[in-house]
């Protein structure tokens, strides 16, 4: 019935996501959750919205969590949007800040979503390659662009870049939008909030999926100049105008009073990783340096794909990648608790003789 369709969608090349497996007991270590729950302090704030209210529309401003979130990061409200998700808020930057007659500029291992948005706005891009040590090379984006976007941490190699890099970039880029896709950056990569008052083409998309345990939540939000934030207000109230919902925006905003909380699980998940990479690079694995809540690894004497096979047939389920070639024995694996971590070097173990 395919006749139906608008033009465009018979173009379009979806986001495939993570696997999420109807399966109980498997150890779920490929979409990159964070393997703590929530804290307890949005779960009663869920449960206090659960209410009469419901009845009536949430705010469309989401007042409330705009000014929690300017406070927390020193900003003020205007210099702050939050969507459902930041899938959804990179959605709107991609479509109110990036389209333009000079190709948009991103890394060409990195969140598959970015090519995804450019084909369901008719974004012209350029992908610019990793340097040989899987890093991006800012020196590689100083040419005329439409705008560039990366994660920093970059996905899936979990690399950081320092802000000094970052910084380089801006003083140099002031023609077009540089969008730092944050989603990991509180398991150890420095962020480069602190830069948006200095750079008014600066911005910085965060998420409360990965360090705020709440990817079930869908909420995201991006900072930046106060002009930038007005386009992407113009978009979504163009496309709806209530993506925060009661309990989102109750559960985002207790969520950012647990600060001991968020400390503390991700310095646990920092301090697993740790020991994570240690124990892989003791059966040979070579492990990218990671400042996310994932490693990306490989072991020269053995085929990515086949190790991904092994694992699930053991409960275990890894993200594996077969394109590029360049990362295809690389798996990407989401640091889970001590027993999800310790299932997966036996599960490893069982694979890989040292
Ligand atoms: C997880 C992720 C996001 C999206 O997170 P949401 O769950 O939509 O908030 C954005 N960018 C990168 C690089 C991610 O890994």
């Known amino acids: 019935m395919s006749q139906y369709w608008s033009k465009i969608v018979h173009e379009l090349t979806p986001y495939v996501p993570g696997e999420q497996p109807k399966l109980q007991n498997l150890v779920k270590l490929n979409t990159n959750e964070n393997p703590y729950g929530p804290s307890p302090k949005v779960i009663a704030a869920l449960q206090a919205e659960a209410a009469d209210s419901l009845r009536l529309y949430p705010d469309p401003d989401s007042s409330r969590l705009k000014a929690a979130l300017a406070e927390y990061h020193g900003l003020q409200a205007n210099q702050v949007f939050v969507g459902n998700g930041s899938d959804e808020v990179l959605a709107h930057v991609f479509q109110a800040l990036l389209k333009h007659d000079l190709p948009l500029l991103f890394p060409d291992i990195s969140y598959s979503f970015y090519p995804v948005y450019c084909g369901l706005y008719g974004i012209h891009f350029e992908t610019v390659a990793l340097n040989a040590q899987f890093e991006v090379a800012i020196g590689d984006y100083l040419r005329p ?210």
């Open 145 to 354: 662009n439409g705008g560039i976007i990366f994660p920093n941490p970059n996905a899936p190699t979990g690399i950081p870049l320092p802000l000094s890099e970052i910084e380089r970039l801006l003083a140099h880029n002031t023609q077009s939008v540089v969008v730092v896709d944050e989603a990991y950056v509180d398991f150890g990569t420095e962020s480069a909030v602190a830069l948006i008052h200095r750079y008014p083409n600066l911005l910085v998309t965060h998420t409360y999926s990965k360090s705020r345990s709440l990817a079930g939540l869908r909420v995201g939000y991006a900072l930046g100049n106060a002009a930038l934030i007005e386009a992407l207000i113009r978009v979504k109230d163009s496309f709806n105008s209530y993506p925060i919902d009661r309990f989102a925006e109750a559960g985002a905003i207790a969520a950012l009073q647990d600060e001991a909380y968020f400390q503390q699980t991700r310095q646990q998940v920092i301090t697993s990783r740790t020991s994570l990479v240690s124990a892989l690079e003791a059966l040979g694995f070579e492990v990218l340096p990671s400042g996310a809540n994932f490693i990306f690894t490989r072991h020269p004497a053995y085929v990515g794909e086949q190790l991904a096979a092994g694992l699930r047939e053991r409960a275990v389920i890894v993200r594996h990648f077969k394109k590029p070639a360049r990362i295809s024995d690389f798996l990407r694996i989401t640091i889970g608790n001590e027993s999800q971590n310790q299932a997966l070097m036996q599960a490893i173990r069982a694979l890989v003789q040292a």
